[in-house]
């Protein structure tokens, strides 16, 4: 059992594998909602999200045979989600990582008020929504999919410090956005 990772709906993947187009719709049922979150984290954009979720799953399928169940499917499934959510947002052309310039400070100020109660969660979330391509990409990456900053690095073709630079600046950013909020409020 040692190095072997059980997959957790191992017929259907074996089914999916072998052609199986019921297999695959189940699949689909099972991981589209979590990948689904996982790309609009990434992408900001409810339609690059779908974009993405579509493509992942159509090159998951036609890649399926490659799994091997040295990670569990789910993990294996979101790194084609990221990579697809990723690349839509490079062809936005809004990916400048290194730019930080580029952030219209005036984009921050259609923020609707938000009740108190609510502030924790939705209100982060969607202020997150807000920040730049790079820095949100970065900062969910981190956060929400439990990627290291060395994975993210390989992901996003960056380096390591770029990565930690990214994050940290994300994390200022959102303070700084949160804090302009409550001062407005």
């Known amino acids: 059992m040692e190095g072997y990772i059980v997959p957790l709906h191992k017929e259907l ?11 695959q719709y189940k699949l689909y049922n099972l991981y589209q909602k979590a990948m689904f979150n996982v ?4 992408t900001g954009d409810e339609m690059d999200a779908e974009d993405a979720l579509q493509e992942a799953f159509i090159s998951a399928f036609k890649n399926i045979r490659q799994y091997r169940a040295e990670a569990s499917f789910g993990a294996w499934l979101k790194r084609i ?9 490079k062809k936005r052309q809004y990916f400048e990582l290194e730019d930080e310039e580029a952030i219209n400070e ?3 100020n259609d923020l609707e008020p938000v009740a108190e109660a609510n502030l ?23 956060l929400f999919e439990g990627y290291d900053h060395s994975e993210i690095a390989d992901i996003m073709g960056i380096t390591v ?9 994300a994390k200022k950013k959102l303070r700084e956005m949160i804090n302009q909020e409550a001062k407005n409020g």
Request: charged share 15%.
């Open 39 to 42: 790309a609009l984290r990434i």
């Open 106 to 108: 005036n984009s921050y």
């Open 120 to 142: 924790q969660v939705e209100h982060i979330r969607k202020t997150v929504q807000l920040l730049p391509d790079g820095f949100r990409t970065v900062l969910s990456l981190y």
């Open 13 to 23: 993947i074996e089914g999916a594998q072998g052609g199986n187009a019921t297999a």
């Open 161 to 169: 410090s770029t990565s930690k630079s990214q994050f940290n600046r």
């Open 81 to 89: 989600v990221v990579n697809k959510a990723l690349t839509l947002v």
